[in-house]
């Protein structure tokens, strides 16, 4: 799907993917520490995380060997090659310790790509799973959108359908499960009306 559209998914993705930015903002990463994004498409977010924590070691995932090329693009436009390690891996299942030399992450973060992965509930296991102590999984996608307009809602999701995205409403009550199975803390919020979700899992340190 992405053989042809990475090369204007950020031009034509920023009118849609709300939040991305003030997600970033809200990582709070503590100095020195690592980010690591699942489903990190054309780099954008890493190559934003990166600038943002000028300490941190940021590393990229994601199962597209198309996107994965132009991630890499980004990050060397960006200069930020030393700082940024990209690996293609299935994010139901992968092996950090192999990819990156690491095991855990101070924070995950998932932006847009659960809503396009069917077996979203096991890449947020996943991710939980690779939690370090005191470690944050932020996740944002597009949410139930109950505050928005019904036509609006019928016109974005016709459109989200198109690109293979299905909404995941059921998003914060799967957080909470993973959560309460791992004995980790857990919180949601709705944006803009619904539009989208942001959650959070705080593994206790």
Same mark, same amino acid.
């Given at each position: 799907?992405?053989?042809?559209? =990475?090369? /204007?998914?950020?031009?034509?993705?920023?009118?849609?993917?709300?939040? %991305?930015?003030? $997600?970033?903002?809200?990582?709070?990463?503590?100095?020195?520490?690592?980010?690591?994004? /699942?489903?990190?498409?054309?780099?954008?977010?890493?190559?934003?995380?990166?600038?943002?924590?000028?300490? #941190?070691?940021?590393?990229? $995932?994601?199962?597209?060997?198309?996107?994965?090329?132009?991630?890499?693009?980004?990050?060397?436009?960006?200069?930020?090659? &030393? =700082?940024? =390690? $990209?690996?293609?891996?299935? #994010?139901?299942? !992968? &092996?950090?310790?192999? $990819?990156?030399?690491?095991?855990?992450?101070?924070?995950?973060?998932?932006?847009?790509?659960?809503?396009?992965?069917?077996?979203?509930?096991?890449?947020?296991?996943?991710?939980?799973?690779?939690?370090?102590?005191?470690?944050?999984?932020?996740?944002?996608?597009?949410?139930?959108?109950?505050?928005?307009?019904?036509?609006? =809602? #019928?016109?974005?999701?016709?459109?989200?359908?198109?690109?293979?995205?299905?909404?995941?409403?059921?998003?914060?009550?799967?957080?909470?499960?993973?959560?309460?199975?791992?004995? !980790?803390?857990?919180?949601?919020?709705? %944006?803009?009306?619904?539009?989208?979700?942001?959650?959070?899992?705080? %593994?206790?340190?």
């Amino acid at each position: 799907m992405y053989r042809h559209q =990475r090369h /204007i998914y950020d031009a034509s993705r920023k009118f849609y993917l709300l939040g %991305r930015d003030a $997600l970033i903002a809200d990582l709070a990463l503590p100095a020195g520490g690592s980010v690591l994004e /699942i489903g990190c498409g054309t780099g954008r977010n890493l190559v934003r995380i990166a600038k943002t924590y000028p300490e #941190a070691a940021c590393y990229g $995932l994601d199962v597209s060997a198309a996107m994965l090329e132009t991630a890499a693009a980004s990050v060397t436009r960006a200069s930020l090659c &030393d =700082r940024i =390690r $990209l690996a293609q891996a299935d #994010a139901t299942g !992968f &092996d950090a310790e192999t $990819l990156f030399g690491r095991a855990a992450f101070d924070r995950i973060v998932i932006s847009y790509a659960l809503s396009m992965i069917p077996p979203w509930q096991a890449v947020l296991r996943e991710a939980a799973e690779h939690l370090a102590p005191g470690g944050a999984l932020h996740v944002l996608d597009f949410g139930d959108q109950a505050g928005l307009p019904a036509p609006f =809602r #019928a016109v974005l999701n016709r459109w989200l359908a198109a690109f293979s995205v299905m909404p995941r409403p059921a998003l914060p009550a799967v957080m909470g499960e993973i959560a309460a199975s791992l004995r !980790f803390h857990t919180q949601a919020r709705q %944006r803009f009306a619904g539009y989208a979700i942001h959650g959070v899992i705080e %593994r206790v340190a």
